[in-house]
């Protein structure tokens, strides 16, 4: 049997980063299974449903690198094909139409909750055999069995029992003529020959009902594994308000996709004590036999660890790409100032995220036009204006711009003035960065480049004077 797995999201909003794990468990197992993944985009809630989250969607889908194998198939282009089974089941038998009023419904409901038995559809129209007259709306239910069970096999829950004089005869087709969701989800694996569905545990219970359709159809169901959901770091549902729950978020916030696909296997799955991942080892490792049958919770510190680890490790000129849209909130335009990638290679020990990265590199890329108060205050006095005068006439005559000869200067000053390298270094690093804080000064100002640095030197050695009334 070729393993072949879906990944089909309703476009109502944005990607969910719970999505994003089941689209991530069933991308793996098809792919080492050298099987077949498949987009497919659940649109049939036309009221609720956009083309703009379904372009949030595919976004996520491509910033994690989720290549699909086919699809997007959309149901909306396939209500010919559900009509067609509704009307396949109608003819045999195994569906019905149903004339009961919303009204009648509604009253059967309340007096089952008064009697506190379970609410469920009373089967009324169930023998009638009557078809819609012209003008005359119905919806279509499907005949589930009366008697018996159903069971999951389910490859994470374990083996889940139904019984079917629990499950009421589920409407397929609204009075419209509109397919119902879990008769669209059992058309579409069915005909798509899905093996394999790895989804949220909130679908488990309509999985008895879809395992009756696609029998009922002569069609074996596929293998099921229903995963638990995500919760927030305080343990409750994952919303919005309580975390970030858009895998683009995650991406907005400055973390890489290579560090969420690694946060998100981890998420329920593991692998001995093994923390890091790449893809490659995801697939050639992963198994739903191994998923863990309990919520796991969100540990953005987790997260914020893998991130600073790959902004190490990966090669800098591919994290500068991801960069350059955060350098860019800060209007800054790369081609105005150092490498991307250079900057990538100085910082990543001191973020650890992007966006963190982006915010802590303005000053390579524009001249400080104040100082932190505090930092001037102790670094900026009128004992610093010749050491800052020396540097700068040394570091002008400097023949190669590079770290170590930046460093050479740095040490002679501090050498001929007989003082420590704090009085020499941090002046400077004031004075071409604003603040008291950077990469070791050799690195920053080969990265800042020598005429900025020369001019914010020119700029804090005329500060010191206004300060001194000169």
Known sequence: MKVKTRFAPSPTGYLHIGGARTALFSYLYARRHGGTFVLRIEDTDLERSTREAVNAILEGMSWLGLEYDEGPFYQTQRFDRYKEVIQQLLKEGKAYYCFCSKERLEKLREEQMAQKIKPRYDACCRDLGRVPQPGEEAVVRFKNPVDGEVVVEDRVKGRVVFQNTELDDLIIARGDGTPTYNFTVVVDDMDMEITHVIRGDDHLNNTPRQMNILR???????????????????????????????????????????????????????????????????????????????????????????????????????????????????????????????????????????????????????????????????????????????????????????????????????????????????????????????????????????????????????????????
Request: glycine share 6%; with cysteine; aromatic share 6%.
């Open 216 to 470: 009922a159809l002569g069609v074996e169901p596929p293998v099921y594994a229903h995963v638990p959901m995500i919760l927030d770091e305080q343990g409750k549902k994952l919303s919005k308000r309580t975390g970030a729950a858009s895998v683009m978020e995650y991406r907005d916030m400055g973390y890489l996709p290579e560090a969420v696909l690694n946060y998100l296997v981890r998420l329920g799955w593991s692998h001995g004590d093994q923390e890091i991942f790449s893809l490659d080892e995801m697939i050639s490792l992963f198994d739903i036999e191994d998923l863990n049958g309990a919520a796991s919770s969100l540990n953005l510190s987790k997260l914020a660890w893998l991130n600073q680890h790959y902004m190490r490790t990966l090669d800098p000129q591919y994290v500068a790409r991801h960069l350059r849209p955060h350098l860019a909130k800060f209007d800054i335009d790369p081609a105005e100032g150092p490498a991307p990638e250079r900057v990538v290679q100085v910082m990543a020990d001191r973020a650890k995220t992007l966006a963190e990265m982006a915010a802590a590199s303005v000053f390579f890329y524009k001249e400080p036009q104040e100082y932190d108060e505090k930092a001037a205050r102790k670094n900026l006095g009128a004992d610093a204006r010749a050491v800052l005068a020396e540097l700068r006439q040394r570091l002008a005559a400097v023949e190669e711009w590079v770290a170590p000869a930046i460093h050479d200067v740095v040490n002679a000053v501090a050498e001929s003035g007989g003082l420590g390298m704090g009085k020499v270094a941090q002046p400077l690093r004031v004075a071409v960065c604003g603040g008291p804080v950077s990469p070791p000064i050799d690195v920053t100002l080969e990265v800042v480049g020598r005429e900025s640095t020369l001019r914010r030197i020119d700029r804090a050695i005329a500060y010191i004077d206004a300060q001194q009334g000169v």
